[in-house]
T-cell receptor
């Protein structure tokens, strides 16, 4: 069955530190990959998505993610975090077969000012 | 409306009571999804509609859960004889076309259900 694993459950960083959040999925076929963010008290918002083409995807607010097919990974990165990046981050995958968006458990990012 | 709208935003139900949660997707969006999000967890897929057709209901946890979208727009998630383990945020999402073909899925703010 399709699944998504996020390695870090809670990450604490100081402002200006670099960020990398891990995401691995299990599915052998064609997948589309997403990162969503949920700021406190707000709804889920799309950060970035990968469907095809360049495996390095750039999203909003300076975030990027790299799809490494051989590693079944789609890690999220940001060179320098800000206090306003404090939020819950979710990796998600859709398989071309099922069309269902499946989420990981999420990573809580806390950025200290 | 501008986004996916859900109501009620907050619902407290007594155990055994039936509840109905409403979702208004973005106008013109064909696909509609329901998710359940427990505290500290990622959203769990419940069911998926394309227009009025319920294409996948594999995530509905029991036969107490029922979803419908009779005219292909507004959807209702109904939970019968609520139990404490049903306490969660119920998220609705919609997309213009099929999500697997590149359409972005937009989420509502959720309906927070507490069963006491």
């Amino acid at each position: 069955a399709q699944s998504v694993s996020q390695h870090n459950h809670h990450v604490i960083l100081s402002e200006a530190a670099s960020l990398e959040l891990g995401c691995n999925y299990s599915y052998g076929g064609t997948v589309n990959l997403f990162w969503y963010v949920q700021y406190p008290g707000q709804h889920l918002q799309l950060l970035l998505k990968y469907f095809s083409g360049d495996p390095l995807v750039k999203g909003i607010k300076g975030f990027e993610a790299e799809f490494i097919k051989s590693k079944f990974s789609f890690n999220l990165r940001k060179p320098s975090v800000q206090w306003s990046d404090t939020a819950e981050y979710f990796c998600a995958v859709i398989s071309s077969n099922t069309g269902k968006l499946i989420f990981g458990q999420g990573t809580t990012l806390q950025v200290k000012p | 409306g501008a986004g996916v709208s859900q109501s009620p935003r907050y619902k407290v139900a007594k155990r055994g009571q039936d509840v109905a949660l409403r979702c208004d997707p973005i106008s013109g969006h064909v696909s509609l999804f329901w998710y359940q999000q427990a505290l500290g967890q990622g959203p769990e897929f419940l069911t998926y509609f394309q227009n009025e057709a319920q294409l996948d209901k594999s995530g509905l946890p029991s036969d107490r859960f029922f979803a419908e979208r009779p005219e292909g727009s507004v959807s209702t998630l109904k939970i019968q004889r609520t139990q404490q383990e049903d306490s969660a945020v119920y998220l609705c999402a919609s997309s213009l076309g099929e999500a697997r073909t590149g359409n972005t899925i937009y989420f509502g703010e959720g309906s927070w259900l507490t069963v006491v």
